[in-house]
C-alpha cells in the first residue's frame, strides 16, 4: 500500500497553523471549533458526492488501470467536455465498495479539498457562524470537486489541448489553481456583501500574535504541499516530469518570496515582519508549485521574487482599498499565489517537461510551452482556467453572500437583536466594533473596554463563550 499521499495532509495542518499565528486569542477561540466542524461537514459531503463528481471518470485518464474501469462515467456535452463524473456516490459502485485503488484516490485528493475549506472558512472569521459552516461544506461538497474534475478529472479544461488546440490544456502541476485561487474567488464571493471594515487610512501591517505559530505553518504547508506533489499524484498519469527539478524551484520561488516580501516590510516600516514573512513564504510556495516542473529555475526564482513583492499591496489593497474583512488572507494569497503562479507558467514554461500532460502531446517533443518558448497558445489555456474558476467560485460565494443579506419578512419570528455596550478609548471609532457585532449575529450583551484599533477590529470575535471584560 501507497502512503506518499501523506505528505499532503501537513498542508491543511500549515493552513491553519499560519492563520491562528494571525488572529488574536479571542478570535481563535471562536474560530478553532467552527473551522473544524465546517471541515468535518465537507469530508463528509465529498464521500457522499464530492469524490464522484471529482473522480467518477477516473478511468478515462487512466483506461490501463482494471482497478479503476468502472470509473468511466463522466457527464458532458461530448467527448472532451466533462463537466462532472457521475459514479462512486459514497465509494460505492453497483452497491459494492470501490476498488483499493479507488479509494486510494479518495484518500491522495482529500488533503486538496480540506486546504481549500480551510481557506473560505478562515477568510470568514468574522462573518455568521452558519454562513462559515454552509460555506465551508459547500466548498468541500459541490464547490471544489467539480472544478477538480474540470482540472484533473478528464474535464473540459484538462482536455483544452485536444478539443481548442491550446497547449496542453490547463497546466496546474501543484494544484494552485484549486488550493489557492479557487477559495480566493468564492471567499471574495461572501465577502462583497458583507459589512466593510471602516478605516480608510493607509493601515500598518497585521501584528503577528504568534509569529513562531505562523511561520512555522507556512513551512509546514510548503513541505507538505512539496512531498503532495512530488509523491506522483493521479493527474500527473501519462506525463514525462522531472521531479527533481520541481522540487529545486520549490526552494528557489520559496526564498525569493521571503526576500522580496521582507524587503519591502523593511522599507515600508523600517523593521522585518513576521507574519508577512510567513504569508509571503505562503505565497512564494504557491506561486512557483503551479509550474515547478515547466519551468526553468532561473524562472522559478523569478516567479518568487514577484509573488513575494506583489503580496503586501494585494493585501493592501483588500484590506485598505476594499476593506474586506479577509481574517486569513486568503483573497490576497490567492492572486499572488494562485493567479499569478498559473499565469507565470503560461509564460514562462520552456517546453523541456511535460509530455503527455493531461493525454495531449505524447508523440511531441517538446512539452508544455510558455509564451517565452514560442508556445502563447498554453498562456490562452491558463487564462481560459483561471477565468472558469473564477467564475465558479464568484457565483457561489455571491450566492451565499446575496442569501446572508436576506431579511425575513414581517411578522415572521425574529431573533433578538444584538446589543452590545463598548467603551472606546482611542481615535477607534465605536462604528468598527459594531459592525462586527452585527456581522457575527450574535445574542450578546457584553462589555468590551477597546484600548486600541486592533482591539476595536477583534471585539467582533467576542461570543456568549467569551467571559466579558469588567468595565473601566
Not at 273 to 280: I, K
Request: charged share 10%; net charge negative; hydrophobic share 55%.
Amino acid at each position: 500500500m501507497q502512503t506518499n499521499w501523506l505528505w499532503g495532509y501537513l498542508i491543511p495542518v500549515g493552513v491553519l497553523l499560519l492563520t491562528w499565528g494571525g488572529l488574536s486569542p479571542q478570535k481563535a477561540r471562536r474560530v478553532t471549533p467552527l473551522a473544524a466542524l465546517a471541515l468535518a461537514l465537507a469530508i463528509l459531503g465529498y464521500w457522499l458526492v464530492g469524490y464522484a463528481f471529482h473522480l467518477g471518470g477516473a478511468g478515462v485518464i487512466n483506461p490501463d488501470d482494471p482497478a479503476l474501469a468502472d470509473l468511466n462515467a463522466i457527464y458532458g456535452r461530448d467527448v472532451g467536455w466533462g463537466f462532472f463524473g457521475m459514479k462512486g456516490f459514497a465509494l460505492l459502485l453497483d452497491g459494492n465498495e470501490v476498488t483499493p485503488a479507488a479509494l486510494s484516490l479518495f484518500l491522495a485528493s482529500l488533503p486538496v479539498m480540506a486546504t481549500a475549506v480551510l481557506w473560505v472558512v478562515l477568510a470568514l472569521a468574522d462573518a455568521r457562524r452558519w454562513l462559515m459552516l454552509v460555506a465551508g461544506a459547500l466548498a468541500g461538497t459541490l464547490v471544489v470537486p467539480v472544478a477538480a474534475c474540470w482540472v484533473w478529472g478528464a474535464g473540459w479544461l484538462s482536455q483544452l489541448g485536444t478539443t481548442m488546440e491550446l497547449g496542453h490544456g490547463f497546466a496546474d502541476f501543484g494544484g494552485s489553481g484549486l488550493m489557492l485561487w479557487l477559495p480566493a474567488s468564492l471567499s471574495l464571493g461572501v465577502l462583497l456583501f458583507l459589512p466593510r471594515r471602516t478605516e480608510t487610512a493607509p493601515t500598518a501591517p497585521p501584528p503577528a500574535y504568534f509569529p513562531l505559530l505562523a511561520n512555522f505553518g507556512a513551512l509546514l504547508m510548503g513541505v507538505g504541499w512539496l512531498g503532495w506533489s512530488l509523491s506522483s499524484p493521479f493527474h500527473t498519469y501519462g506525463a514525462q516530469l522531472d521531479l527533481n527539478r520541481a522540487a529545486i524551484n520549490c526552494f528557489l520561488g520559496m526564498a525569493g518570496a521571503v526576500l522580496t516580501s521582507q524587503l519591502y516590510a523593511w522599507l515600508a516600516t523600517g523593521d522585518l515582519e513576521p507574519l508577512m514573512s510567513a504569508r509571503g513564504l505562503a505565497a512564494g510556495w504557491g506561486a512557483v508549485l503551479a509550474g515547478a516542473v515547466f519551468v526553468p529555475p532561473w524562472a522559478a526564482l523569478g516567479i518568487g521574487l514577484l509573488a513575494g513583492l506583489l503580496f503586501p499591496f494585494i493585501f493592501y489593497l483588500v484590506e485598505a482599498g476594499l476593506r474586506l474583512r479577509d481574517s486569513a488572507a486568503t483573497v490576497a494569497l490567492g492572486v499572488t499565489g494562485g493567479l499569478w503562479g498559473v499565469l507565470a507558467t503560461g509564460l514562462a514554461a520552456d517546453g523541456r517537461w511535460g509530455q503527455g500532460w493531461n493525454g495531449a502531446g505524447q508523440d511531441v517533443a517538446l512539452g508544455v510551452r510558455g509564451v517565452l518558448s514560442g508556445g502563447g497558445s498554453q498562456l490562452a489555456a491558463q487564462l481560459v482556467g483561471l477565468g472558469a474558476l473564477l467564475v465558479w467560485g464568484l457565483f457561489w460565494g455571491a450566492l451565499l453572500g446575496g442569501i446572508s443579506r436576506l431579511r425575513l419578512p414581517k411578522g415572521l419570528p425574529r431573533k433578538a437583536s444584538t446589543e452590545r455596550e463598548i467603551a472606546v478609548i482611542g481615535s477607534a471609532a465605536a462604528s468598527e466594533a459594531l459592525e462586527a457585532a452585527t456581522a457575527s449575529g450574535e445574542n450578546v450583551s457584553e462589555v468590551a473596554v477597546v484600548q486600541d484599533a486592533q482591539d476595536v477590529a477583534d471585539a467582533g470575535a467576542l461570543t456568549q463563550d467569551s467571559p466579558p471584560e469588567p468595565e473601566v
